[in-house]
């Protein structure tokens, strides 16, 4: 504690690599180590992750403030921040599968009644962590969105905050999520954003939302395709329907994947989203193509390259014993590419199996070796 309190890092790190150290003591204000280690304008990442490592509780406050450590990473903002808080919300002595919200305590609120939602939300589109203070939680917060334009929202890092913690499914107040959603819905906050936010709220917050915004009523997939916010309309379809989005769309067995590819556009975020709730790659239709084949012979290549990169099997054969990549009437672009990508499937398949083979000789030797000693 003394070592931190006098900001002699590199010596506590030294201390705690030898262990038997009491990382959760309190200094005369009630302030732990991580506190310390957190409340710095430039963090020591390695020492945070030392304490945390150590057993050090990021479930603490600040006695004066009653910010906890994942506050105080808002606070600060921009990319050291960011990289303060996905050091507390993934590392843990219970590992990066963890409880955030037992082991950051991610709902806390403070003496000003914020929570690092409402204090990242605010920053997100306020324009950094300076414009929190004024900004306050809860209703507060949500004032600030309001009175924010679509053009003020914050750099990356900031909105990157805002994901993070979404991520860790926290409590987002209702008149929050509702001014998220408004300026998700008016293009003002980013398609990933407005689908997480979506994920976590009522059907009666997601409809105060839209009415806020103006957009066509009742939301639908296909409108909120039309507005270009595709993992939006992917979240919207599973919550409001229920609906297998994997399952088959029409006669001829297109799923939702295959019909995001069938058109004129080339909408790569749209499968991607698709994907991310459990689409299945490599569905066939009842011509036996997979998505991959019918966004190869669009030219579809931002679409290739998304369902390449979420694991679609490239070398799958369609009806007419055709991989995506060896179809007839293929642009030089495309092919180039799934060719270069099946070379790659090849290298990674081959590399696996060489593994497994030799795990099974490195057994099977080790087996005979014992059998020797003991005949």
Known sequence: MRLLQRGAWNDAKDLLSRGDCNVNAQGTGGETGLLLACSSLTPDIQLVSALLAAGASA??????????????????????GLELARTLVTSSPAGPAADTAATCWINAVNAAGESAVTMAAAAALSGGPAAVTAAGG???????????GAGTAA?????????LLLERKPDVPGQLAASLLQKGLSGALS?????????LVPEDVVQQAATAAKVPQPLSFPGLLGMKLYRTAVVHLVKTTGQDPGAPQDDAGNTHLHKAVLGPNDLPDLV???????????????????????????????ACRALVE???????????NRTPANQLKLSDATKAYLKEAEEAYRVRKAEHNHELWTGKMAATQTQSAFGIRVT
């Open 191 to 199: 398609d990933g954003i407005t689908a997480q936010v979506m994920s």
């Open 138 to 148: 809860g209703s507060a917060a949500a004032a600030a969105l309001s009175n924010s």
């Open 310 to 320: 979420g694991g679609v099997d490239v070398t799958w054969r369609n009806g007419k």
């Open 272 to 302: 991607a989203a698709l994907l991310a709730v459990g689409v299945p790659g490599n569905a066939t239709n009842k011509d036996g193509d997979t998505a991959l084949h019918i966004a190869a012979r669009a030219g579809h290549l931002g």
């Open 155 to 163: 750099g990356s890092a900031a909105v990157e905050m805002l994901g």
């Open 59 to 80: 479930a603490v406050q600040d006695a004066a403030s009653g910010n906890t450590p994942l506050m105080m990473a808002v606070k600060l903002g921009a990319s050291k």
